[in-house]
């Protein structure tokens, strides 16, 4: 899913354009979008990294975080 570097590019200039004359409703629009999609890739990237961090639990035992988590859904904490 990821966003390009012109994407964020794009970003930025639609934030320092905002802050320096305004936005059409076009740009807002778009701005909205842009930053929805940056989101979501923050995210995708984060779970991503925490699907493969490994947890040693105080016996020795190591588990992976993403079977903690799931397993916590589980139980419903």
């Known amino acids: ?5 012109e994407e964020i590019a794009r970003i930025n ?8 004359e305004g936005l059409t409703e076009a ?3 778009e701005q909205r979008q842009l930053r929805g999609r940056y989101i979501a890739s923050v995210r995708e990237n984060l779970r991503g990294q925490l699907n493969n ?3 040693q ?3 020795g ?3 992976h975080l993403k ?5 916590k859904k589980h139980y419903g904490n």
């Open 13 to 20: 200039e639609l934030y320092h354009k905002s802050k320096a």
């Open 67 to 71: 079977d903690r988590l799931k397993n």
């Open 57 to 59: 639990n105080p016996d």
């Open 61 to 63: 035992s190591v588990e």
């Open 53 to 55: 961090v490994d947890i």
């Open 1 to 5: 899913m990821g966003i390009t570097k």
């Open 27 to 29: 740009e807002k629009e």
